[in-house]
């Protein structure tokens, strides 16, 4: 990892931007899962299901600029994703959340072990943080012990 300010056409970069790619990707997937999540869960259970999807949406808008300003394509969303597994409950829907935090989580590992640039490793690490911050909460819900990870996305 160099912190001397690689330049666009670095190969480092190159992977910097490649794991953004893939981040984003996840992140698209997590907005779209949360869609589900919240069909799911009682009315009174969305709004951390609305927050997490907001908390995605905001980190793809970022992930999106900063590709963006260095002229890469980013990744576009997809119009669907395949579930995991059936969701016919509260408990199914908390479930799907910790998999797609989760997804979320490995995403941002490797853009912190791609990262060139000082700026998109303190985004991967404020990514991953959140993502596990959401998961423990999700994991409660879901039943699912233990409800933290020693090393969230690995």
């Not at 869609?35 to 299901?49: I, N, T």
């Not at 791609?114 to 959140?130: D, G, H, K, N, W």
Request: glycine share 12%; no cysteine.
């Amino acid at each position: 990892m160099a912190d001397d300010g690689a330049g666009e056409g670095s190969g480092e970069l190159a992977a910097e931007n490649t794991a953004l790619g893939l981040a984003l990707g996840a992140e698209h997937a997590a907005i779209w899962g949360y869609g589900v999540v919240g069909a799911a869960l009682e009315p009174a259970s969305r709004g951390g299901a609305g927050a997490a999807e907001a908390a995605h949406r905001d980190v793809r808008d970022r992930v999106v600029a900063l590709l963006a300003g260095r002229s890469v394509e980013p990744t576009p969303a997809e119009g669907g994703y395949a579930l995991p597994f059936p969701v016919l409950s509260g408990v199914d829907a908390a479930a799907l959340a910790v998999v797609l935090e989760d997804g979320v989580a490995a995403a941002w590992v490797r853009v912190l072990d791609q990262a060139a640039e000082p700026a998109t490793r303190e985004l991967a690490l404020e990514a991953l943080s959140a993502a596990e911050v959401r998961a423990v909460s999700w994991r409660s819900a879901a039943g699912q012990t233990p409800v933290t990870r020693a090393l969230p996305g690995l």
